[in-house]
């Protein structure tokens, strides 16, 4: 027997990576639906927990390891990922961290916030757009600072008062409910989102 080949057998064997468990992710439940790409039906699912990796769903009906799902919360809205792990306590599903980070931030303020607002707001991936006000054909340029189902956070140099009509780039409309220094107010939309129409790359 060579060398290598007794260090081989001498070496100690490696402990196989532990599957996800429940107890490593932030818990909370939010309870939402999924769908998995290759079927056409939408089937309920509770958000148990995140971490900096993705998600833990608990489901009725496992998916299978490598499945991509396209789950949606109303808290939270749409969020899409693949199946990495399957265990007794549920599902994991694996999303880019960058996306996880800003996620799992925005859950743990709504958790902790002493004044929760009516929806979970997050930060847009594309945040510039453009408003115009009370019916008027001039467009001003704005910045999303955070929006949600029900109304969005902007900074801007237009002037703009409480009660101003406020029409988006993609003709979501709205009314202005606060206004800060800055350049800062908030819009209320007149017809909320539904959390299928809601998702990290909503464009306003």
Do not use: Y
């Amino acid at each position: 027997m060579n060398i290598e080949a007794i260090a081989r057998a001498n070496a100690p064997e490696r402990p196989e990576e532990a599957a996800p468990s429940l107890a490593d992710f932030h818990a909370f439940r939010i309870h939402g639906c999924f769908s998995v790409k290759r079927r056409s039906s939408s089937l309920n699912c509770v958000l148990q927990g995140l971490n900096a990796r993705g998600l833990f769903l608990k489901t009725s009906i496992r998916p299978e390891i490598g499945d991509e799902i396209d789950a949606v919360f109303e808290q939270i809205g749409r969020l899409q990922g693949s199946t990495e792990e399957i265990t007794d306590e549920g599902v994991f599903v694996s999303m880019p961290p960058a996306l996880m980070k800003g996620l799992l931030d925005q859950v743990i303020w709504l958790q902790t916030s002493e004044t929760q607002r009516r929806h979970l707001r997050i930060h847009p991936r594309e945040p510039q757009t453009s408003i115009k006000l009370n019916g008027t054909h001039t467009a001003h340029p704005a910045t999303l600072v955070n929006f949600s189902l029900s109304g969005a956070s902007l900074k801007s140099d237009a002037s703009v008062q409480l009660g101003d009509k406020v029409t988006f780039h993609n003709f979501t409309e709205g009314k202005v409910v606060w206004v800060a220094e800055g350049g800062c107010f908030g819009v209320e939309f007149q017809r909320p989102f539904r959390p299928t129409e809601f998702s990290w790359s909503t464009k306003l």
